[in-house]
């Protein structure tokens, strides 16, 4: 595994079978706790290596977030819940002492034959290096938005008032990493909430905690997408907030137009 920081921080030691031990790292922390991909990261690297098998790659993860983490060790324990001719359904639950910081299920599958098409092609937008970086916000920036490298795309800037509640642009890792399944797990989770996008002042929203988080994986990545220090394309978009919670359905495409993830997530909107 590449030695980058990511890699590192969502490393697991295998105690025994289904069993393994992460160390929690405050690196990944935004607002009060841990970033939900990163943790999602990391459930699914140990449902991956439960499942020990390359040809079955994740298709779908599902992560519903019990309470919050602390810094410091934590166990994941999985099960193989179901495993078919092709498909194999593992469940994992990360831990901290007697606290259960999040409940995951996904579903491995081989490829399959059937027709493929898709209807929306990637967005028309200018390229990563035509784009200016992400201002910094200082000594209150949250370690977490130190980990990406970013170039959002103009005109859904958080805060600005706009019209809809819509973010994106191009993220890839702070430091060189080879694109695997849980770098695009935490890669559905890793930018501001779109609906800070129709606020006027920061101080409007505490944040938006996740609830539960969803993520289809769609196409497998090639070479290119691999390839250390690749761009990604990412789009968020939130069409509801009712009732104090948000939905917020995401997009994570690569840098030659192939949509790589699909994402949803439920919210505390506060």
């Known amino acids: 595994m590449s030695g980058s920081r ?48 390359p040809a079955r790659p994740p298709r779908s993860l599902t992560v519903h977030f019990t309470e919050r983490a602390e810094a410091g060790p934590a166990r994941l324990r999985t099960r193989v819940e179901r495993a078919g001719r092709a498909l194999s359904t593992v469940s994992a639950r990360l831990e901290q002492g007697d606290r259960i ?5 996904g579903a491995f599958s081989r ?9 929306r092609p990637a967005p028309d937008v200018p390229p990563p290096d035509a784009l200016p970086p992400r201002a910094a916000a200082g ?29 994106g642009g191009w993220i890839r890792p702070a430091e060189a990493y080879p694109a695997d399944a849980p770098l695009l797990a935490a890669l559905c989770d890793s930018w501001p909430p779109a609906v800070f996008a129709r606020l006027e002042r920061p101080f409007e929203s505490r944040g938006a905690p996740t609830i539960d988080l969803t993520v289809h994986f769609r196409a497998p990545l090639d070479s290119a997408s691999r390839e250390p220090g690749a761009w990604f394309l990412g789009q968020w978009r939130t069409r509801s907030a009712l009732d104090g919670f948000l939905e917020e359905d995401g997009q994570i495409w690569s840098r030659d137009g192939r949509l790589l993830a699909q994402s949803r997530q439920l919210a505390i909107f506060a």
């Open 101 to 105: 910081l999040a409940i995951a299920i």
């Open 111 to 119: 490829s399959r034959s059937g027709a493929e098409f898709q209807e």
């Open 6 to 53: 990511f890699a590192r921080d969502t490393a697991l030691r295998t105690v025994s079978e289904g069993l393994y031990e992460v160390e929690i790292d405050p690196g990944w922390w935004i607002v009060a706790g841990p970033n939900g991909g990163y943790l999602s990261a990391v459930l699914l690297r140990g449902m991956q290596d439960t499942v020990a098998d």
């Open 139 to 167: 000594p209150a920036e949250s370690p977490f938005r130190l980990r990406f490298e970013t170039r959002p795309l103009p005109g859904y800037e958080p805060f600005s008032g706009a019209p809809e509640a819509r973010s």
